[in-house]
């Protein structure tokens, strides 16, 4: 297989130089050599693949259908041969990595930056902006989103489960009644985070069933900081996630409601884009995200 596969990485090269002369330069073979395999390909195949003469190279049309294919079969070769080579070896390179400011802030990026004191041959550009990245148009290795995967183009793995929760003040609670079901919240003041896909129709399960109800409130936000400082300054009911609503609840100043009616949340996700193989940098990052969260449940 191996002396099949010289042959016909010589033909290629041969046509790819234009000649067994430049070929032989370019590649450090001798002439003799490649026009050796050549010629033994040509024999076991049972046609010619090139035309000869002192001037000039050209493919027979049998030729031109098998540089094509053989081409492309070669590509494929070095393609893998390079994957498994990077998968085996030890981390290297830059990786660049998009994820929400504020999740990004208070619970990525300690996991991020363990996976580099782990990594030293690793260096990251961690992004951190509150908008939809185009990975491709950017040159984004890998984003983390915590939503519901749509964009077909693109390949994910999911990290972690991501749970919300619905909070209010003791204040706001105290005046206008603790709700123990989705339907009372229609009357009662929210506070509506435009980043959620369903920003005004919350989402319950009530007696094993999906219930929506549509809320509304005096405060709008594309933040889930802001929307738990609206909460916290008693303004509404918030959808917020756990890793930003836990410690307020711990401390007092926030308080859960509904907790037995949510439905499951979306997940945090690696996305990257639709590659044949993913770089061996990027698959090791997304391993210890998976590891890390497995081992620190802050969501």
Known sequence: MSQDLARIRAFVQVFDAGGF????RLHGRSKALLSKYVGDLEDYLGVRLMN??????????????????AGQLL???????????????EPRGLVRVSAPRNFGETTLA???????????????DLRLEDRF???????????????TLSDSSLIARRISEMKHVICASPALIARV?????????????????????????WRFIEAGSPLSVHVSGPVRVNSPVAAMQAAL?????????????????????????????MPDGPSLTAVYPHRRHLAGKVRALIDHLVDWFASNPVL
């Open 110 to 124: 300690p996991a991020i930056f363990d996976f580099v004191a782990r990594n030293p041959m690793v260096s990251i």
């Open 177 to 201: 009644g603790r709700p123990v079901a989705g339907e009372q919240l229609r009357g009662l003041p929210c506070v509506l985070d435009t980043n959620m896909p369903s920003h005004n129709s």
């Open 133 to 147: 990245v185009d990975l491709v148009e950017e040159g984004i290795d890998v984003a983390l989103r915590i939503t």
């Open 21 to 24: 002369s430049a070929a032989a």
């Open 233 to 261: 300054a008693g303004l509404g009911f918030a959808v917020l996630p756990t890793y930003l609503a836990d410690p307020l609840v711990s401390e007092g100043r926030l308080v859960r409601v509904l907790e037995d009616r």
């Open 75 to 89: 590509a494929q070769l070095d393609e893998l041969d390079a994957t498994i080579s990077d998968q085996t070896a």
């Open 52 to 69: 000869r003469t002192t001037r000039k190279l050209s493919l027979t049309e049998a030729g031109e259908a098998y540089y094509r294919e």
